[in-house]
Each structure stands twice: as C-alpha cells, then as structure tokens.
C-alpha cells in the first residue's frame, strides 16, 4: 500500500473536516470505551492478570528461539507445515507457491494485519489469485479498495450510507439489486454473498493471534466466526503469523484470552476462539487437508534486546488506539500506514523506518492513556520519545525546532540570562495585550492564536516579585 | 526458507545476547512446556460446581445464548423439539454422528427429520454435543473428531449443544486438564464458543448471525 | 524538643513563573498554613520540553541544575503534577548510566510531590481555610493524573472550601490537548481537543473550571475565551488559598 506518514499533519488535518468519518469517530466511545471499562470493572483479578501477562510476554521474548523452534517441532509432528520469512517479499512468496501447488484461483481470507503488513492481497491478484476478505469490516474496505482504519474494527471510519454504497454498486451479480441501508439487511447481503466464497474458496489464509509451542497449535479470535468457515471449508488452511505470537503453554494462552476480549470489545470473551493443530485427521468429516504457517519476521527479531523490545508485547486488542484522544479525532488512514493509534506511532517506525514514518510518534501529547488501558503495560508513550531521540540525535527533525530548542536550552542552562528572558518575556506579552488578559493573534504563535487567544501574563514574573517580597521581608 | 529461519533465530540470539539454550535453562523450558503452570485463575471460576453451573448459565445467556435445562438425558429430544417449534424453525436436524446423541430417544418426536453427517451449505438447524462447558464466561468447548464435524458449529443458521451439567468445570485451564486427561491426541480444531455469531464493523452496532450461527441454544442436561 | 518544620524546596515551574505568580503565592500559603517553610532555590525549567523533544542532552543538564538546586532541602513540591512527574518519574532513568548523579536523581525523586499531593497525603491536611461561593468542574490533567495518581487529592481538599460546589465533567480525565510543544506541532488536533474539553465543562454549567496544571489551564482558557464562554479558568491551589480576588487566567481588571 502506498505509505503516507510522512503527510500525516495534512491527512490530520483533511480528517478533521471529513464530516462522514467525524460523525463514525463517535462511535468509538460507545462501541469500544464503555464497554472495556465495564468488563474491567466486573472482574476483579483484572489488574493482577496485567502484570502476569507483561511477565508472560517478557518470559516468551527472553526465550523466543526456544519457543519458535518448538512451535515449529509440534506443527510438523502434527502434520503441518512452517514456512519462516524474513520479509514481505518472501512472506508474500511463500503464500503464493503453496496457492499455485493447488492451483487456487480463489482465497478466502480471515482478519489478519499481517496480511496487510505484507501486502499481500495486491500481490495475489497481480498473480490471478483472488483474494476475498470475509470479515464483514474488512469486506466491506476491500470493495471500497481501502485499507483497514483500525486494527480490529477496519471499517470503523465508516458509516451506513457508505456500506450501502459500496454493496449497491458490487452485489448486483449476486441478486441483490436493491439499496438497504440497515445494519441488518447489509449484514444479512454480505453473509449470503460470502457464503458463496466460503463454499467455493481453494485455499484459506487467517492470521493467528497466538501460536502455542506446546502443540503447535495456531489461534484465531473473531465474533463473525468467518475466520472458522475460512480455515475449515477450503483444503488448504494458511496461518500468517508474526514470530512474536508464540506462547508456551494452553495456560498461557487462556491468561491472555482473559486480557484480549475485555481491552479489545468488553466481551468477556470474543465469540469463538478457534485451536488449530495440523491438518484435519484421516477419520474426521471435515477440515483442511493442509495446514500451513508462515512465521514472519520482518524486522521483529531485531527489535530483541534493544529499547523497542517491550512493543513485541503486544496482542493487537487495540484499546490503545480506542482510547487515543488523537485516534480519536482523526482516525487510522491518517497514519498512512498499516497499524494507526500509539502502537502503529512505535510499531510503524521500525517496519518502515523514522526517516519515513517520522511525525507519528510525535504526533501525541504523552497524555498517557494508552499505557494506562494497555493490557500487557506496554510503555508506548516512553517508546514514542525514544524514536524522538533518535530523530534528534540522526537530525532527522527541522533545523528551526532545531534551532529554537538549542537556544531555549542555552538561555534555560543560564538562571540569570533565563531570569532577564522572562521579565522582558512578561513585560512584551502584556504590552502587546494592551490591558487585556490576552491577545488574539500573535503571528510567532500562530499556530496557537489561530483557535485560541493567547492568556498573557498577569504581572511581574513571579520571580520578579518573589525577589521584592524578600528584599520588604529584609 | 532454512535461511529466513536462521537469520531470525541469529537475530533474536544476538539481540538476547547469547546462544542458542542449552543446559539447565534448556531442561527448565523444556519442564515448563511439560508441566504447565497456571496462571491467576479469576475466583469467578472457582466455586462449588453448582455454583459453577449458574456461572456458566448466567455468563451464556450474557452472551446472548439461551439455555434451557432437562433433567435426564432422554428428555433432551423433546426440549429440542420445543424450542424448534417454539421458535418457528425448521425441523430438518443434521446432528453430529455421536453414539452418545445417538442413543437418545429422538424417534420420540416424530416430526424431527434427522441426518447424522457434517454440515452442507443449505442446513439450517444442527445438535451437537460439546466437550465442555467453562463457566468463567459461559463458553463452550468443542473438539473435532470422527464424530463431531466442525462445519456442523457454523455453517447452519441455528446451532443446538446438549451439554450435560457434568461437563461444566470452572475454568479455561479446567478444560485443558480435561482434555490432556483423556490421553488422546490434540484434535484438529477446538473451537471455544460464546454465544451466537455476531458483528459490529457497521456503526459498532451489535448483529447477530454475522457468518456463523444466529442463535445458540443449549440444552443443559442435569442427570 | 519540637520538631522543626519541614524545609520545602517550591519548584514553581516556568508556566506559573511567567504566566501566573499568583499560583506560586497560592502555593506558598498553603504550604506554610500547613506548618512549612517555603524556599525558592534559584531555578528556571525541569527540562521537560527538552526530554520530550527527544534532546536527552539537554534534559539532563537541566535535571542535574534542578537536582543540585533543590537536594539540600526536605521536599520539592510543585503546582504542577506534570513538573512534579518529570522530577519524580523521568530524572532517575535520564541518568541510567551515570551511578552518581542517577543516586541523587533517585533520592530527589523520592521527596518530590505535586502540591495538593504533598498536602494530602505528606502532611495530613484536611480541610483548607478558604471560601469560593460557587460551581466548579475539575479536569484532570495527564501526568498528575497518570504518573502521580492524582485525582482524589485535589477534590477532597476542594470539598472543605466553603461554599464550593463540585460538578464533575464528562471525560474529566481525557487530555485537553495541550501537551507541551505538541500543541505547536499539531495545532489543529490539539484544537480538536481543546475543543471537545471545552464542550464538557461547559455542558456542567459550572461558573469555574480548575485544574492543577498551568499548560491545560491556559490551553482550555485560551479556548474557552475564544468561544467567548464567561466560564472563569483558575489553578486549584488558587482556590485552596483564598487567593481569588485576582482576576482568573486571561483575564484583566480592565476586561468587562
């Protein structure tokens, strides 16, 4: 997909005066906020099933060789399949030999990011393999040709009317000429429609939100159950997962299982979560013939034993992005890339690089929230101001910020020099209020002035008049 | 990709700072894998079993299934057979090839057209058993097998479990003890199941039915 | 034998400084109401624009001019958790690599408090001795809130003013989106926010907002002015002192 962090000030900015995704933001707090606090608030161990699953995942990462290669072990036991990929371009690869070993023309695909990590619905079909989404969200962007907005709701910028568009102009084939715009009836077109798929699908490729060394066992989370007729319909079931999912033990697994559903939708649990373990048995009715993972590196194993390590934490609930007062305003295609909110402004960096997705980790007031609602205590925030350090020391930001920094750095290092800033700092400002408590344009501040006035001292500096009182005092 | 592989497993070495594990903390991972430790179990999950049962029952109906209970297995038929008619659904069942489900006395209601197979496309209303119930949220556990087909848990419209008050421990980890103490191998799929298919990707704003079931409707059975 | 009052270092913070001396005095007074003695060690900024820039360098120099300033002294207490934050939170980890300075950071850390903090939980204040006839709203803001857990601190000494009565705002603890330089980087979306903030105290008809945090206070009064509200904007400690006979921030004797 094309990358535009780098425009990420004018997306914001296109994105605060788009009135349809203004008007579907909104239903972020009801759909997501209130929910995830009143899951918490009914459990009680909530707070202590955080730390042990900060702990878990730091277990896994200090072992994750081990892990992986044990995973790999038990799939292979089992009857299936590891592929390893450094990178997109092998990731992509490997999905595409295993399609044409079985001569798929079509793929049906559950939600998976690493998917669009890869790119890899763009690459199949370059290559005549049609790639059907079926998580209705996902569905519904990929007939708008968008990409997600969100990491687990990817049409959350979107409204009725819009649904109603895109079903309108590509359902006529399949009998439906009418325009609905229920939530009801367009879901009740887009489960018709994709039924058909599923039946008629070669292949099926989910993500895997965890891999379980124990067994070799990949697992989905969804509500829809599509990423079930996805992976049992077809005859072949392709997992993609990123080399971070792995997780010891069935035990493990059920501690974060309690932490994803309640951080991600409030749901006590999501509605199905599927345990997938090779292909399916000589006696079973139904399954998969074939069971593939790819494990996907990416530029994830480097991020072991640096200042990035604690972001392979992450089991992608995205309550950070819910809860992100700029997510929020703006949404996820701001971003410009695949994952958007304060994991994408750490994630995106490393996968992409600062000199490309350099504003999205300044793109935050550190106001803390997404560290206090992460279920793994991830310090995104501490990690947003790492890569500002690295694009200050590699001089990757402007030389006036620059500039202006260093001065400020100078005059503060100097109490005297600061103490003669200040007091003709006040005495400027509160001249040019002329009287007033504040000013209503100053074009040094513009960016200031523009929305707000500007409050302007109300006196002396304190120091100023600190420095009176002990000289009265005396 | 050998090489994708051990670039990453150099990678991650390096980033670690050291080699591949062996010795002492070698056989440790190995006795962790071995020997699963649970983690904190959530105290909702730990109560007596009758308290475990209305746990479960409450948690299911909060994920908007519904339940309905029997006191022996030989009535469950009949309570199948009601909440079909009281729903006004279809009385075609494809059932899992179950000798248990089987020996229930289903030819008791006459108007129930039964066939034992998987799921097709078309199939509107399945039974099943399941392996368990996990009354921490109400969720049911189900394994594939010879007979219990996992297509027969989503492609119909309306999915039907019977499920024995036997069968319902506390916890997620109670399940997995259950499972391991059967000796058999991991089955193919195990599909934990809360309540019916659903989706919010229009407005977030809940339906029901999203590509799996619309309803699910258990029949707890309490002898 | 007595024991002799506790020496507090006041970290008044360049904000206050600049734009509110009337905080620093509130703060004082409050302090020694409490049985302290309040000293001003010579000062400037904790740093915190520097280190969130990115310019460790800088952050350190300043924090090791903060550190050596205030260590002689028994507390540094600031009107401000966000300062108080960066101190208590952020200056130990800055010197990550230097065993000396980081000791002293730590020993800094451990006796640094935010003013209705230090108040409370420190000295055991209970009740304040000041009157506000009217209705406030409080917004919580960040680092107070999240780094120090300041939230039912500034409340309960709020709720033994005479006369004050406390509305609470819908999403008190959502940013106001003043966030230091960010509301310089990203005008526009920190207007969104300011937006949104101003939206909520207005809808609890309050007739004053506070806040413990000179930032959001003049984000949100620059805002709330703009939009021409008549909600009146002041710092906590203000209230807490008795201190409101000034007029409230952006504000003048010669405004109507």
Not at chain 1, 154 to 174: G, I, K, M, S, T
Not at chain 1, 396 to 402: G, S, Y
Request: aromatic content about 6%; charged content about 20%; proline content about 6%.
């Amino acid at each position: 997909m094309q990358v535009t962090t780098q425009a990420f000030q004018r997306n914001a900015g296109a994105a605060l005066h788009n009135p349809a995704l203004q008007k579907a933001l909104k239903n972020i707090k009801i759909g997501f906020v209130r929910k995830r606090a009143a899951a918490v608030a009914k459990l009680p161990e909530f707070e202590a099933l955080r730390e042990a699953g900060r702990e878990l995942k730091n277990h896994v990462l200090d072992h994750l060789d081990f892990y992986l290669e044990q995973f790999e072990t038990k799939v292979i036991e089992s009857g299936g399949q590891v592929h390893w990929a450094q990178d997109a371009a092998e990731a992509n690869q490997i999905v595409l030999e295993i399609c044409q070993s079985v001569n798929a023309r079509r793929v049906t695909k559950g939600k998976s990011m690493i998917s669009e990590e890869i790119g890899l619905n763009d690459f199949l079909e370059a290559h005549g393999i049609r790639p059907v989404e079926t998580d209705l969200g996902e569905y519904i962007i990929q007939l708008r040709h968008e990409h997600p907005s969100h990491i687990i709701a990817p049409a959350v910028h979107l409204n009725r009317e819009q649904v109603a568009d895109a079903f309108q102009a590509h359902h006529a084939p399949y009998g439906f000429t009418e325009r609905r715009e229920e939530p009801r009836a367009l879901m009740d077109e887009a489960r018709q429609v994709l039924r058909q798929q599923f039946l008629q699908a070669e292949v099926g490729i989910t993500g895997a939100n965890f891999c379980i060394a124990e067994t070799g066992t990949t697992v989905i989370v969804t509500n829809e159950g599509n990423g079930d007729l996805t992976q049992i319909l077809p005859k072949v079931h392709i997992a993609l997962a990123s080399i971070e999912k792995v997780v010891p033990t069935f035990e493990d697994v059920s501690l974060l299982l309690r932490l994803l559903a309640r951080s991600a939708t409030g749901q006590e649990l999501s509605v199905y979560t599927t345990f997938s373990t090779g292909p399916r048995r000589a006696e079973d009715a139904d399954g998969p013939e074939q069971f593939h993972v790819v494990l996907l590196d990416n530029g994830r194993s480097g991020m072991l034993g640096g200042e990035f390590q604690d972001m392979l934490r992450c089991i992608r609930c995205a309550a950070c992005l819910n809860h992100c007062p700029v997510y929020g305003a703006i949404g996820g295609h701001a971003y410009g890339w695949v994952y958007p909110g304060p994991m994408g402004s750490v994630l995106t960096p490393q996968l992409i690089g600062i000199e490309v997705a350099g504003p999205l980790p300044n793109a935050s007031t550190f106001c803390g929230r997404c560290e206090d609602v992460c279920p793994v205590h991830i310090p995104l925030p501490k990690m947003m101001r790492h890569w500002r350090e690295q694009e200050f020391a590699r001089h990757l930001i402007p030389m006036t910020t620059r500039f202006g920094l260093g001065l400020w750095a100078f005059v503060a290092r100097n109490p005297k020099l600061y103490r003669l800033a200040t007091n003709l700092g006040s005495w400027l400002l509160r001249r040019l209020a002329g009287g007033k408590g504040r000013i209503r344009s100053l074009p040094l501040a513009r960016g200031w002035t523009a929305w707000r006035d500007l409050p302007v001292p109300q006196g002396r500096t304190f120091q100023q008049q600190w420095a009176t009182r002990r000289e009265n005092q005396s | 990709m050998n090489e994708a592989r051990e670039q990453s497993l150099a990678t991650i070495r390096r980033g670690l700072k050291r080699g591949p594990l062996d010795g002492t903390r070698r056989v440790e991972l190995e006795t962790r894998l071995a020997h699963p430790l649970r983690h904190l179990i959530p105290t909702r999950a730990q109560g007596s079993h009758s308290e475990q049962v209305a746990m479960w029952i409450r948690m299911a109906e909060y994920a908007l299934a519904t339940v309905d209970q029997v006191a022996r297995p030989n009535d469950a038929p009949a309570a199948v057979a009601a909440f079909l008619a009281r729903e006004n659904l279809p009385t075609a069942i494809v059932m899992a090839p179950d000798a248990e489900l089987a020996a229930l006395p289903w030819e008791s209601q006459s108007l129930l057209h039964i066939e034992r197979r998987a799921a097709r496309d078309g199939d509107q209303v399945s039974v099943t058993t399941a392996f368990a119930g996990i009354a921490e949220t109400g969720t049911l556990m189900l394994c594939s097998g010879p007979d219990s087909p996992t297509t027969l848990n989503f492609l119909p419209d309306t999915h039907i479990v019977l499920l024995p008050t036997a069968w319902i421990v506390g916890s997620y980890e109670d399940g997995w003890d259950l499972l391991r103490a059967t000796g058999e191998a991991m089955p193919r799929t195990i599909n934990y199941i809360t309540g019916p298919s659903r989706s919010g990707d229009i407005e977030q704003t809940m339906q029901l039915g999203a590509h799996g079931p619309l309803r699910l409707h258990i029949v707890l059975i309490s002898a | 034998m007595p024991i002799s009052p506790p020496r507090i270092g006041l970290f008044v913070t360049c904000l206050v400084d600049l734009f509110r001396p009337t905080v620093g005095f509130a703060a004082i007074k409050l302090l020694e109401e409490a049985g302290c003695v309040v000293e001003v060690p010579t000062q400037t900024c904790c740093g915190q624009p520097a280190y969130n820039s990115g310019d460790r360098a800088t952050a350190r120099s300043l924090a090791q001019q903060v550190i050596a300033a205030f260590e002689p002294l028994d507390y540094v207490v600031a009107p401000s958790g966000s300062c108080a934050g960066m101190i208590k939170q952020h200056y130990p980890p800055l010197f990550s690599n230097d065993p000396g300075w980081r000791a002293r950071a730590e020993r800094l850390s451990a006796k640094t408090f935010e003013l209705t903090s230090f108040l409370t939980d420190v000295l055991g204040v209970e009740q304040v001795n000041a009157s506000h006839p009217g209705t406030v709203t409080y917004h919580d803001s960040c680092s107070g809130l999240r780094e120090l857990g300041i939230k039912t601190q500034p409340r309960r000494l709020l709720g033994t003013v005479e006369g004050v009565e406390l509305r609470e705002m819908e999403e008190s603890e959502v940013c106001c989106g003043f966030g230091g330089t960010f509301c310089i980087k990203y005008p526009e979306l920190s207007n969104r926010m300011v937006s949104d903030k101003a939206g909520h105290i207005l809808a609890t008809g309050a007739d004053t907002v506070l806040a413990g945090d000179l930032g959001c206070l003049l984000n949100m009064a620059g805002k709330l002015q703009r939009d021409g509200a008549t909600v009146q904007v002041r710092h906590v400690a203000e209230v807490l002192a008795g201190l409101t006979e000034v007029p409230a921030i952006g504000e003048s004797e010669g405004d109507g």
